[in-house]
């Protein structure tokens, strides 16, 4: 039996599980979003604009960049620069900085 002692303690742990999952299921950046748009944000690396950014060298992706916060061998993750939305792992944009 259920008593309300027992219920309003199930209520913070239940907020914090929903909360959780809500942000496992950020959306994706949107390649034609204003943000993007102006990094040069791309889902696949090897089709980052080169001619208007000559900074992009083969190999860089979100996975190995610094900002990516993404475990390794993910699709996609977090990052600070898209907030609350995922980047592709494959992706790339002009705020590339290699991971220490």
Known sequence: MTTRRTFIQIIPVTSLALLAAQQARAADVDP???QAT???YVVDATKADKAKFPKY???QTCANCQFYQGKAGDASGACPLFAG???A???WCSAYAKKA
């Open 85 to 87: 939305k995922n980047v």
């Open 57 to 59: 060298a083969a190999g």
């Open 89 to 91: 792992a494959k992706g």
């Open 38 to 40: 102006a990094l040069g």
């Open 32 to 34: 034609k979003d204003a």
